[in-house]
């Protein structure tokens, strides 16, 4: 049958849709869905809040359109389908020495997912975001098919990358890749007191891939204090990781409570030594490490978690402190936890990225959560920053025109592509981001 | 020994998993169905993955004499030529029983097409004194149900041909495996009702190829539905008709 009818959440399972979903296996199939029963495409839902949700109505699920259509050794350029997944570009290339130029935290996402939200990295504060790494992109509109470049279609492109699946259904897309060294990582993981010395390990590194984790429980002159990983990949042999766990039931709500959160997190930064380790691992086990448990999301429970992730300018360091403070005072947040400086790289008009510092900070989705969010989201906006729609369940609009000036350009730009709205989604909705069109 | 696969009904998401595994390891595939396009942008990703050769034949069940072009190419590899059969068509039980004539076209493309197809090729693997027959069933072939009797018909004679061309190939040193999956996550399944325990087709193929190395004869995939079918083979008739499961 072509639809299926499922309830499915976004990864922080706190918010839920009940649509038509389609899962077209090949282009015939999804040409002719576009022509008679359109909708917006999804991919592995590995976004957090509503941007794959569709309540109501109909998606189309981009994951079995998953081929290698050409990649070309000279200039590293891949040319595939959306629905294949960082993970597998990663296993299959590395060994060939390539890797895609910017990889999220798991694998799972697809490339089509990572061109929507305009991804970034480990590396973000020297390669930039996913989308400044295209050689084109493929989008399908029930008018056909049309393959863009940021050079000959600017706006279009600007408003597919990071656009959320606003202007049609990518269906491939030409990646740049970046060579590298092989397919083992050595990691230097570092001990970082306190929160200037962490940021002082950020801006210092001049490694290709940093990364912070943050004790988001730890207060006082502990406070920010968490451990900085700095990598390169390389050529060796390690063991092969063993075979990926699954998380079977949806956890009781005291898995993730404070006290046994506060235990963890200190063994965790305990772990590493006072003067800092050297680690050489599969990439895989350095760029997605929570791959390995699948479906950990269940050990929030039921309700779900959000993830609040912001990014402020460098001079608002200050401020992102304070909102750190609030957090930990909150007594609510999670051992996912993460500090990276951004740079300048971002490739559309809605992409989340600034020159600065971004957090991300998981909540169990339960008492104060929402407000304390809320909370954070306008010590966010005051300043300067913004949040990242990809993880997003509870901004409200008004907020999110203020963080993204380019939203009029957007919503111009996605007017135009699909002035009937037939790809909009819950998030676009909650947040209004068509209304904004100038 | 190099070795090149006949992939018929390639557009299967089982195929396309067992065309990539076997791809990765060197092997040849030529893929094999309707739909070229799609088979196109296959070929392209077995060829990306290792293949030796990967290239996109047209085949469709109803029309045999186009069987003979696709084993002519296959005869220009060196080494063992193999087979696999994803071929088959499932139209629901309620649609055969008001158009009669849908039985023609379900046997067609689930047994005897492929056979035919085998039939033209068998003289090409005994030549070669080697090769592999992957065929794909169905659990739905092991006892008449009231929901698909037709298809599991079609599987079942299948199923008996299988067995016999795996007599014959024996006998040059051929192997044929017969493939039984239970409810497997493809397009011919996406968003029918009381589907349990699903399993994603690259467990199927990971199945198939563990047992074309250890030349199983007939396996379950997963390996469960065997004692589920042994159960359900062995509800006693008088019982099993009043059932509708
Ligand atoms: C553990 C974890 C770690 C993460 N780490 C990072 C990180 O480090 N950096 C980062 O930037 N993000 C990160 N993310 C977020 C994730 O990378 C993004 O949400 C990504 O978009 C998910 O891809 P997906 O294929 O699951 O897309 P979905 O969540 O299914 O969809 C996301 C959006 O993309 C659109 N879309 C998907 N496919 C297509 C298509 N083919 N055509 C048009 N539109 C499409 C959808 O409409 C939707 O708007 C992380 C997520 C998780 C769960
Ligand atoms: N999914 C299950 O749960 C399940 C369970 C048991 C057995 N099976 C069997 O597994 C095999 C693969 O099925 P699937 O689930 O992957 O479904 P599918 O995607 O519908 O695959 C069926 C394949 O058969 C091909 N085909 C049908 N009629 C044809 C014809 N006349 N000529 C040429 N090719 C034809 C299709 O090719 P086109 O692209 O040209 O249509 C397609 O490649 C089938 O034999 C099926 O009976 C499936």
């Not at chain 1, 706190?14 to 008679?36: F, G, M, V």
């Not at chain 1, 010395?197 to 912070?212: F, I, K, P, Q």
């Not at chain 2, 990306?48 to 003979?68: H, S, T, W």
């Not at chain 2, 006998?171 to 996406?190: E, I, L, N, Q």
């Amino acid at each position: 049958m072509t639809w299926k009818r499922i309830e499915y959440t976004g990864w922080g399972r706190a918010l839920t849709a009940e649509s038509e979903i389609a899962r077209p296996e090949r282009l015939s199939s999804l040409t002719k869905l576009l022509a008679e029963a359109p909708g917006p495409a999804i991919g592995n839902c590995r976004s957090y809040g509503d941007a794959c949700l569709n309540d109501g109505g109909r998606a189309l699920q981009m994951t079995r359109l998953d081929r290698y259509l050409a990649f070309d050794p000279e200039t590293g350029i891949l040319h595939v389908e959306a629905g294949a997944t960082i993970g597998d570009i990663a296993r299959d290339f590395a060994p060939r020495e390539w890797l895609p130029a910017v990889m999220p935290g798991t694998g799972f996402a697809t490339v089509g997912g990572c061109i929507a939200n305009d991804v970034h990295g480990k590396n973000h504060h020297i390669h930039g975001s996913f989308g400044q790494h295209l050689a084109s992109i493929t989008l399908m509109t029930p008018k056909g098919k049309k393959k863009i470049t940021p050079e000959r279609n600017a706006a279009l492109f600007k408003a597919t990358v990071g656009g959320m699946g606003q202007t049609g259904v990518i269906t491939s897309a030409e990646l740049k890749m970046m060579a590298c060294k092989g397919d083992i990582i050595t990691v230097t993981e570092r001990r970082a007191e306190d929160w200037d010395e962490h940021l002082t390990l950020l801006d210092n590194s001049r490694a290709t891939y940093t990364v912070g984790w943050i004790d988001a429980t730890a207060k006082g002159a502990a406070l920010g204090r968490g451990i900085v990983e700095e990598a390169e990949t390389g050529l060796g042999l390690v063991p092969p990781r063993k075979k990926a766990k699954s998380v079977p039931f949806d956890a009781p709500g005291f898995a993730l409570s404070s006290p046994v959160v506060k235990l963890f997190n200190t063994a965790y930064y305990r772990r590493v030594p006072d003067r800092g380790r050297t680690l050489v691992k599969p990439i895989t086990d350095f760029f997605f490490p929570l791959d390995r448990i699948h479906d950990w999301n269940r050990l929030y429970g039921k309700a779900g978690f959000h993830q609040f992730q912001c990014v402020v300018p460098l001079a608002s360091a200050p401020e992102l402190k304070e909102m750190l403070e609030l957090i930990a005072k909150a007594g609510l947040a999670s051992p996912l936890a993460v500090l990276k400086r951004m740079g300048k790289g971002r490739a559309g008009y809605m992409s989340f990225p600034m020159e600065g510092y971004t957090l991300a900070v998981d909540f169990p989705n339960r008492g104060r959560a929402a407000q304390v969010i809320a909370e954070l989201e306008k010590m966010c906006a005051a300043a300067g920053g913004r949040v990242y729609l990809a993880k997003d369940s509870l901004a409200t609009a008004a907020s999110v025109a203020k963080m993204y000036p380019e939203l009029p350009d957007y919503a111009a730009a996605v007017a135009k592509a699909d002035p009937e709205g037939i790809f909009t989604t819950d998030l676009v909705r909650r947040l209004n981001l068509r209304g904004g069109a100038a | 020994m190099t070795e090149t696969w006949i992939i018929l009904g390639a557009t299967s998401s089982m195929a396309r998993a067992l065309a990539r595994a076997v791809a990765a390891r060197g092997d040849g595939v030529l893929l094999a169905g309707r739909d070229m396009e799609d088979l196109k942008a296959l070929a392209a990703d077995c060829a990306l993955r290792g293949a030796r050769v990967a290239e996109a034949i047209a085949f469709d069940a109803r029309k045999p004499n186009g069987f003979k072009k696709i084993v002519d190419r296959a005869a220009r590899e060196e080494g063992m030529i193999s087979a696999a059969v994803f071929v088959g068509s499932m139209p629901p039980q309620s649609e055969i029983d008001a158009d009669p004539a849908l039985i023609e076209g379900t046997v067609n493309d689930s047994f005897s097409g492929p056979a035919m197809f085998l039939q033209t090729l068998a003289p090409l693997m005994e030549e070669r004194g080697g090769g592999t027959v992957v065929g794909v069933g169905s659990v739905a072939g092991d006892r008449g149900r009231i929901g698909n009797y037709v298809y599991g018909a079609a599987k079942a004679g299948f199923h008996t041909y299988l067995s016999g061309l795996r007599n014959r190939l024996t006998r040059s040193g051929g192997h044929v495996v017969t493939v039984k999956p239970g409810f497997v996550d493809t397009a011919m399944t996406w968003g029918i009702e009381g589907m349990f325990l699903v399993a994603p087709p690259s467990k199927v193929a990971e199945d198939i190829l563990k047992a074309v190395e250890k030349k199983k004869n007939v396996i379950y995939t997963p390996f469960f539905w065997r004692y589920i079918m042994l159960i359900i083979r062995h509800i006693p008739e008088p019982i099993f008709k009043k059932m509708s499961i």
